[in-house]
């Protein structure tokens, strides 16, 4: 079978997720405000990683990815909520996202908050609802379980509030690594986890993909600090220098610039080799993993 690249793979699965995501709040019975700022949030952009990992590990077991559409969308609400609600004055105050005005600034405190809330909610309702030829009822709960875990207490929302308490204070190694697995890993995690899932991985299966999803996490976390220094305000969409003026430990001021950079390598090296113990289909799952390491916003 000739590779597939991730540039022909993201456009097709791209174009279905953004679809879905339309359709899933257009056939909402909802005030027209609310539906519009939910809207402008998932239509912001980016470059989708998280639905795009469903998409690549259900590829990787030969299955078809379309499968995990329902399980794409969802994820990405979830996380879009979250930076509807991380951008918030009460959070990390943001102005900017991706560019444009944050969702405060345009549809007000109140109504952003409550737009995070609808598309929490909703994810939920996605997956319950997804049709049983891409996923059994067994699977579906299963797949909702593990997403209130990773987006819950136990995961993001957890990472959040450990990282709002390490502000203004130096924090370990260890303590940053917590804050990042949860914050930030556990949301990449249950992507990779939920395609396997789709896909009727076995456990052995799905416990070497939890370790990609670790070192992934790690990885995509370091190379944001990283462009906090590095990068312009046009290429992340967000003004630089946002978490020193924060007072947030990052990786480059506790490991060192270069200390930094090196650990990113390690992390995508060890991801790397993650995936080739699996056997599987992995090249777009490998080309994903560059695209952590490498990008620039």
């Given at each position: 079978m000739h590779p597939v690249s991730l540039e022909s793979f993201t456009k097709k699965y791209k174009a279905l997720l953004e679809e879905r995501l339309r359709d899933a709040v257009g056939s909402l019975e909802?005030?027209?405000?609310?539906?519009?700022?939910?809207?402008?949030?998932?239509?912001?952009?980016?470059?989708?990683?998280?639905?795009?990992?469903?998409?690549?590990?259900?590829?990787?077991?030969?299955?078809?990815?379309?499968?995990?559409?329902?399980?794409?969308?969802?994820?990405?609400?979830?996380?879009?909520?979250?930076?509807?609600?991380?951008?918030?004055p009460s959070m990390d105050d943001d102005d900017l996202r991706r560019g444009k005005p944050?969702?405060?600034?345009?549809?007000?405190?109140?109504?952003?908050?409550?737009?995070?809330?609808?598309?929490?909610?909703?994810?939920f309702r996605i997956i319950a609802e997804m049709p049983e030829g891409s996923a059994s009822d067994k699977v579906k709960l299963a797949l909702i379980t593990r997403l209130s875990?990773?987006?819950?207490a136990n995961g993001m929302?957890?990472?959040?509030?450990?990282?709002?308490?390490?502000?203004?204070?130096?924090?370990?190694?260890?303590?940053?690594?917590?804050?990042?697995?949860?914050?930030?890993?556990?949301l990449l995690e249950y992507s990779i986890i939920a395609g396997a899932e789709i896909a009727g991985a076995t456990a052995a299966q799905k416990e070497i993909l939890a370790k990609f999803a670790y070192h992934i996490g790690l990885a995509f976390q370091i190379r944001d600090d990283i462009l906090d220094l590095e990068g312009t305000e046009e290429t992340i969409g967000k003004p630089v220098g946002s978490d020193t003026a924060n007072e947030k430990s990052t990786y480059p001021a506790l490991l060192g610039l270069d200390g930094a950079k090196q650990?990113?390598?390690?992390?995508?090296?060890?991801?790397?080799?993650?995936?080739?113990?699996?056997?599987?289909?992995?090249?777009?799952?490998?080309?994903?993993?560059?695209?952590?390491?490498?990008?620039?916003h």
């Open positions: 909802t005030p027209e405000n609310l539906a519009k700022a939910m809207l402008y949030s998932l239509e912001a952009g980016g470059k989708r990683i998280r639905p795009l990992l469903v998409f690549a590990v259900i590829d990787a077991f030969g299955k078809d990815p379309i499968h995990g559409l329902d399980a794409a969308a969802a994820i990405e609400m979830v996380h879009t909520y979250s930076l509807i609600h991380d951008d918030l944050t969702n405060h600034k345009v549809f007000g405190e109140a109504t952003a908050i409550l737009a995070g809330d609808a598309l929490l909610t909703l994810s875990t990773a987006a819950g929302v957890g990472g959040q509030v450990a990282d709002m308490e390490g502000e203004h204070r130096k924090l370990t190694l260890e303590q940053m690594e917590y804050i990042h697995i949860h914050k930030t890993g556990k650990a990113l390598q390690d992390h995508l090296h060890s991801a790397k080799d993650a995936l080739e113990s699996t056997g599987l289909q992995v090249g777009v799952l490998s080309q994903i993993t560059d695209l952590i390491g490498l990008r620039n």
